[in-house]
């Protein structure tokens, strides 16, 4: 944050020598005339145009037409909509002939981009401008927008205005306004900068409070290498501890000249802020934020939600995650990456897979290609590949793609990712079909994956070299959707008997068989989280001998923070044999107990029918606790509750419930209560018996909490050891 006043103060001294910039400039020195209204659509017929066909109606619009998504943006009391009886008319209007007197003609523009739409200006019956709507896909928006043509080298001369409807299927219309020749621009302008990309990371600050948002682009050579939106600090906005400098890895195009294209700015855009440095995020980071998650995983900076291409190598557990480097909300997806020798020591390596043409990089799933099925490894002595297969969506890019599966490969342990250059390798099949999900298969020698394809349904497809896929077959009515994961576990630790989990978004799970080509459901769907904040979990690859899975602790608040999310302890999965048959069991991994710091000795102080136990030697990270409890069969009373921190978990032996923060999961009692508490600064882990029950939940920490360490209610005796847990960020990144 330093760097940053530094930075801004130097900012409003220095002025955008954009191209588009200096135009303004000159423009505002001529004395400014009236605009020449061409039509504003706002009569009850359309004047001395020329109608033809039957798109545009018998009279201009005065809005939304019957069938049509709300139109907005459009001035006065009426436009240009062609949507008459729906998208399937076609039409044209032509106006009369003007004069050409002004540098720029502004209009309002909507509706469709698809071929066969077009707004032209004409000269000689030649098209001399021409502009369409933004949509192309599903979805989208009826608002329209202000749109600028620079005609100032054909002032003089004589035009027509056309619009023009030969489109018939969705966004088969066109949407106009308020066309007017002016001195002025009307529509935001594009501001540019090039610059020598002289180091690897390209910084330039970020707001989070309502700022209005851009799309930048960044080209080299010509070429959009990245594309985003965000909320862009102008130099004249004061920064807030929650703006960040976004740092965007250049490191491809290390000494070659790019341009930083920020498009359609009303306001004058300030370059200056904007370095290069060798380090990610210029080395800042601090970790110890005032809601910064001691020992769970948030990203350093920005927005994160489900962890992908999960995948241990060579000593080194790799964690990618839905990234959004511009800002503290969702948007943008990229694959961040940090990897951890313990699953707990992270070290953020720099986003890993940015969004290109076919789109942003939503979710999917990593592994190691030991055999080379890929044929991408070239070097027999080198790292084996370490294959990823993601989404990308490719409707929440301009392009409009739909959505499809791609392929990413490393040849150096994970350091840098390549796409796969013939993406996409498993083509859209079906609505936002999306978060893939790889494992090699022994028997078979194949490759399959699992995929979510819409509503409620999933399926799996073969592969032998992950490049092209075959549908194996479909997992239907999981009830939820999203995230799949696929597994085979043991039962109760015995090898010889195990059977296979199909895993859905929001912990949905069935059990069932695989032979290779079919799934066989065994169980209806079941369930084991019933975290308030607990989504999109994924499994390791590659974790010989166990299971481990994180999961997003979806929808904690971290308010004023420059990062937004966490994810949970890393836990493993196992299969037990429960009086409700077989089931599985989410549990922290052993190595969480490592960061076990200090046992804290608790005093019990005894108050009617409760009991309140404190520290007795004044530990001072008492936010940061791990706590196992036993409690006997017989010592049950029928309802109680234990706080930690304050944190009440309430137990009904009748009711086999728990509960907490109005989460009710069932928990078993017929072997007595094992518990074990996991609390960080903004979040609380809760596993009963042995994690056949688990809610996992975040909470805005209080200022003070003077709460003690555990409070009981019903309770005469508890067993319980405390300790208090190290953060993981002691060593600075
Ligand atoms: C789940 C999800 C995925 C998608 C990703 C996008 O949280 O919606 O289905 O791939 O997030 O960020």
Not at 90 to 107: C, D, H, L, M
Not at 539 to 554: I, K, N
Request: glycine share 10%; proline share 6%; aromatic share 12%.
């Amino acid at each position: 944050m330093k760097l940053w006043s530094t930075i801004c103060a130097a900012t409003l001294l220095l002025a955008s020598a954009s191209a588009a910039t200096l135009e303004a400039e000159d423009a505002a020195k001529a004395p400014r005339r009236d605009d020449v209204v061409v039509m504003n659509f706002d009569e009850d017929d359309y004047g001395d145009w020329t109608i033809e066909g039957e798109a545009f109606g018998a009279a201009p619009a005065k809005g939304t037409l019957p069938g049509q998504m709300t139109v907005s943006g459009f001035a006065g009391s009426g436009l240009a909509n062609t949507f008459y009886q729906g998208d399937k008319t076609q039409g044209k209007a032509t106006s009369p002939e003007f004069v050409i007197e002004r540098s720029y003609v502004n209009f309002l523009i909507g509706g469709g981009g698809v071929p066969g739409l077009s707004f032209d200006l004409l000269i000689d019956g030649e098209v001399a401008r021409t502009a369409t709507g933004p949509n192309l896909n599903p979805g989208g928006s009826e608002a329209l927008d202000w749109a600028t043509w620079d005609v100032s080298e054909l002032q003089g001369k004589k035009c027509v205005f056309r619009i023009v409807d030969e489109a018939t299927g969705g966004w088969g219309h066109i949407n106009v306004d308020q066309i007017a020749f002016s001195d002025k621009r009307r529509a935001g302008m594009q501001h540019e900068r090039e610059m020598v990309v002289e180091k690897p990371y390209l910084l330039f600050p970020v707001k989070q409070d309502d700022t209005r948002s851009y799309w930048i682009k960044i080209e080299v050579d010509g070429v959009v290498v990245r594309e985003f939106t965000t909320r862009l600090a102008l130099a004249t906005q004061p920064l807030s501890p929650a703006d960040y400098n976004a740092c965007v890895d250049m490191s491809p195009w290390l000494g070659k000249t790019c341009k930083f294209v920020v498009e359609k700015a009303d306001e004058d855009i300030d370059f200056a802020p904007i370095t290069f440095s060798d380090e990610l995020y210029g080395g800042a980071a601090s970790y110890d934020e005032k809601y910064r998650p001691q020992f769970h995983f948030s990203p350093r900076f920005g927005w994160t939600n489900d962890p992908n291409g999960l995948v241990y190598y060579n000593g080194e557990y790799h964690l990618f995650f839905q990234h959004n480097p511009f800002g503290v909300i969702w948007g943008n997806m990229t694959w961040g990456h940090a990897t951890s020798p313990d699953l707990l020591h992270w070290t953020e390596r720099g986003d890993a897979i940015y969004p290109d043409e076919l789109g942003t990089i939503f979710s999917g799933s990593g592994a190691v290609d030991v055999n080379n099925t890929t044929g991408f490894q070239t070097d027999p002595n080198g790292p084996a590949p370490l294959v990823f297969m993601y989404t990308y969506n490719g409707p929440s890019m301009r392009y409009g793609n739909p959505a499809s599966q791609a392929l990413a490969y490393s040849l150096d342990s994970g350091k840098t990712l390549t796409k796969y250059e013939g993406n996409p390798t498993l083509p859209h099949i079906v609505g936002g079909n999306r978060d893939p999900k790889i494992f090699w298969y022994e028997p078979t020698q194949r490759w399959i994956v699992a995929l979510y394809l819409d509503g409620e349904d999933y399926a799996l497809f073969e592969s032998k070299d992950l490049k092209s896929w075959t549908e194996l077959c479909r997992i239907e009515k999981l009830g939820c959707s999203e995230c799949p994961d696929i597994f085979e576990l043991p039962i109760d630790g015995d090898d010889n008997n195990r059977l296979w989990v199909f895993w859905g978004g929001d912990g949905k799970y069935l059990l069932g068989k695989f032979d290779g080509k079919t799934f066989t459901r065994v169980t209806e769907p079941l369930n084991t989280k019933w975290g308030g904040n607990d989504y999109a979990a994924q499994s390791y690859s590659d974790t010989p001998g166990r299971r481990v899975q994180f999961s997003w602790m979806s929808g904690g608040e971290y308010p004023g923070m420059p990062f937004n999310q966490q994810f949970t302890v890393p836990r493993e999965l196992s299969l037990a044999t429960t009086p409700d048959g077989v089931r599985l069991r989410i549990y922290p991994v052993e190595e969480v107990a490592t960061l076990r710091d200090e046992e804290v000795e608790l005093e019990r102080e005894p108050k009617d029918g409760a009991a309140i136990y404190r520290a007795t030697k004044g530990e001072t990270n008492l936010d940061l606790l791990d706590v196992e409890l036993e409690i006997g069969q017989g010592d049950l009373p029928k309802q109680f509750s234990i706080s930690l921190r304050g944190k009440k978990i309430k137990f009904d032996v009748a009711a086999q419930t728990m509960t907490y923060d109005g989460i009710v999961a069932p928990c078993a009692f017929g072997n007595g209560l094992s518990l074990r508490l996991i609390l960080d600064r903004t979040s609380i882990e809760i596993f009963a018996n042995g994690g056949l029950s688990q809610i996992s939940a975040c909470f805005v920490p209080e200022d003070e909490n003077a709460a003690p360490v555990l409070e009981t209610r019903g309770l005469t005796e508890l067993d319980a050891k405390v300790w208090t847990m190290k953060s993981v960020w002691n060593v600075k990144n």
